[in-house]
């Protein structure tokens, strides 16, 4: 079963503060660069 997608908008705001914790090295920042991948 493929995994379920979102389609999730985002104000400016958001996405910056989504690329800054992208540019930390979090483990989470894949996850998070993928959602922000979807989202455009």
Known sequence: MP????I???????????EQITKTGKA????I???LQQSR
């Open 28 to 31: 989470a920042a894949a996850k």
């Open 8 to 18: 999730v908008t985002l104000t400016s705001e958001e996405r910056q503060s989504l």
């Open 3 to 6: 995994a379920k997608r979102y």
């Open 33 to 35: 660069t993928q959602i």
